[in-house]
Each structure stands twice: as C-alpha cells, then as structure tokens.
C-alpha cells in the first residue's frame, strides 16, 4: 500500500494473514529498504493482541471475537488469526533526534522507527458540522507528512470531538491529543510544545508524533 492508495482505514476488520494487510507491510518494509517483511512482536492479553513492527513504524490492535480469549505470552504462531478483528492501527512518527534522558516512560514509543509511506493519506467524511450544527468546508483527503502540525490537522479537518492531555508540569504531563470521532482519527503530538500548562496555546505548532486510527463514528 503506497501513500496514494486506498484509505488505511480500509484494513480494519482483516486478520492478520488477510492479503491486503500482508501486502500493505511488504511495502512498508520496501520503504524501509528492509531485505523482508519485519515479524512483529506480539503482545497477548484475552481482550487484546498487539502486534508491534517497530521498523515501520506501525502498530496493530486486534480484538479476539467468537469467545476466543488469548492467554499472556504468545507468538506468532500461537495466534488463532481467523478469530481476530483488526481494531486500531497506530502509525508512528519519531524525531530525529531521540531522547536520552527520562526515557523510562516513553521506551515503547522510542523504539518505533517512522512510518515509511509518508505522506500518509486520511480520507476525511465530507458530512460535517460545528458546534452549531453548521456544515464545515472540508477537503476529501489530509496528507500528513512528517512535520505536519496541530494547525494544519484543525484546518483540515475542524475543531476536534474530543482533546485532552498537556495539564500540569512540562516534565510530567501527557502531550496533548485530539480525537476527530466521526473520521476515526485519533492524533497524539510530541515535543515541548505538546506539554506543560501553555500545551494548547502552542499546540497548534506541535507536530504529530503517534496517530491512530479506529472505525469511524
């Protein structure tokens, strides 16, 4: 799957070994001129599997269904993948330079390379309204590219349905999120200007770093 091809959203719902997700991570290893597809790390939970592929910068969320519940520890081929949904897909965008202190709390988001097919193209419903029931100009697609930022997501797709995060000191606080229910967007930003108690004044010039995307509302 290229940057121009079909929405992301489009592989919600597959299982793991379904073609169009296979294919979709062949090119992604080929954008990371890797010598083959990576296997990922599988994390196991009876209400969830995750499968983290660090080198492209992408992570799986699958929900068990038809009563199948997954035990802690599995691999791969543990997996009943015929019994998982695709739920959630989690594109990462990481900076250059990475942190070298504090790391602690943000090791798993360190250890994701970018996505690779950047830009990467959201289709955006078209049907939308503010907070006054007005209809909103919308474009039908946002490319996002690797410095894309909190101001050019609000232009794009309009205020967000839901935001939280940036509350308290620079150090300790979440950066800020934003969450376009109805397109089933999800965008988590980083850098200083994501944190601390003026996050939102600066928000608008933060840069995306984890985007997830879900079924739309």
């Known amino acids: 799957m290229s940057s121009s091809d079909a929405d992301i959203h489009q592989l919600l719902g597959s299982n793991p070994l379904s073609p169009e997700l296979s294919q979709c991570i062949t090119s992604l290893a080929t954008a990371a001129s890797l010598n083959q597809p ?57 900076p250059i330079k990475k942190q070298t202190k504090g790391t602690s709390s943000r090791a798993a988001e360190l250890a994701f390379s970018t996505y690779p097919l950047l830009p990467l193209a959201l289709n955006i419903t078209a049907e939308a309204k503010d907070k006054e029931e007005k209809p909103i100009s919308r474009p039908p697609k946002l490319d996002v590219h690797a410095e894309t930022s909190g101001k ?15 509350a308290g000191p620079s150090s300790g606080s979440i950066g800020i ?24 004044e600066r928000g608008k010039d933060a840069i995306w770093k984890i985007i997830t995307v879900f079924s739309k509302g």
């Open 38 to 94: 990576p296997t990922p790390e599988v994390k196991s939970y009876p209400d969830a599997i995750y499968l983290n592929y660090f080198s492209i910068g992408l992570s799986l969320l699958y929900a068990p269904k038809g009563g199948y519940r997954p035990t802690s520890g599995l691999k791969c081929n543990d997996l009943k993948h015929d019994r998982l949904s695709l739920d959630s897909i989690y594109v990462y965008n990481v």
């Open 152 to 166: 050019d997501f609000v232009l794009a797709l309009g205020e967000p349905d839901r935001k939280g995060g940036g």
């Open 177 to 200: 999120w934003c969450e376009w229910t109805k397109d089933g967007i999800m965008v988590e930003f980083g850098g200083d200007e994501a944190k601390g108690p003026q996050a939102w």
